[in-house]
């Protein structure tokens, strides 16, 4: 993840230990007693890694608790985000005086279903993905890309963006993408300059599509 971001970007890649890790207690009033135990170290190896970016940006360790809608608390001055998947795990975070917003999001190299498709891809995403080289799964790709949108999208703007509100366009030689966001999301949206145009990278690896894009200050 660390090379799709720039240098004012923190990364922390979850190691074996940290999926076992300590969460401090705000952390842990938001996952609850019940959480079934996959869950316990999803959420866990991503506050464990969502502390190390902070520290590493020479900022205080403190707890990334959750909304009710699960999108992460991060404390006044830093944006960030979190990811999961199989196996890996990452968090990224940056100073707000740095970053408007950043968005990551890793999903396991593989193929889409039909149904999966329609949900994720407009039909003009479906007729370019059908013209780029064989040997990755395009749809994963975009589907991927547009969870990090939303992850950009969502803490500067606070409201919902459906799959089909952003059409991204992929080159697969840069190994970037760019989402033109649905301009009836963006009229309204309540915030003064909302992104219309979000771009990021991607990169398909060891078994793992990772995508990752920030939003310039403005
Ligand atoms: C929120 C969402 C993007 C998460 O993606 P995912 O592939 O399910 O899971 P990931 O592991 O990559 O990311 C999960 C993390 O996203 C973060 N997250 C959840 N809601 C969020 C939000 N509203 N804003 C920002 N980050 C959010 C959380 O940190 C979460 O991990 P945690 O619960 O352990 O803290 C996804 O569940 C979703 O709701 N997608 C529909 C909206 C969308 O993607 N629209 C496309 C617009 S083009």
Redo the contacts with the bound molecule.
């Keep these: 993840m660390r090379d799709l971001l720039p240098p004012t970007v923190a990364v922390a890649v979850a190691a074996p230990d940290d999926w076992t890790g300590e969460l401090l207690t705000a952390e842990q009033a938001c996952l609850g007693e019940r959480a079934v135990q996959a869950r316990r170290r ?2 866990t190896a ?1 506050r464990v890694c969502a502390r190390r970016a902070m520290a590493d940006l020479g900022l205080p360790a403190v707890a990334v608790p ?1 909304a009710a ?4 608390i991060w404390p006044a001055g830093v944006v960030g ?5 199989t196996g890996y795990c990452a968090a990224a975070a940056a100073r707000a005086t740095d970053l408007r917003s950043v968005g990551i ?3 396991r190299h593989r193929e889409v279903n039909a149904g999966v498709r329609r949900l994720v891809l407009l039909p003009e995403e479906e007729e370019s993905l059908a013209r780029l080289p064989s040997g990755i799964s395009w749809p994963v790709v975009l589907f991927s890309a ?2 990090t ?3 950009v ?3 500067v703007v606070g409201s ?4 089909h ?2 059409h991204l366009t992929l080159d697969p030689d840069a190994g970037t993408f760019t ?1 033109r966001i649905a301009a009836a999301r963006v009229e309204a949206a309540d915030v003064d300059d909302p992104p219309s145009t979000i771009t990021g990278r991607f990169v398909v690896a060891d078994g793992l599509v990772r995508t990752a894009a920030v939003l310039p200050l403005r």
């Design positions: 999803d959420f991503g959750a809608d699960r999108a992460p985000a979190i990811t999961h998947t999001d890793a999903e547009k969870e949108v939303y992850k999208w969502h803490p919902w963006l459906d799959f509100d952003a989402a």
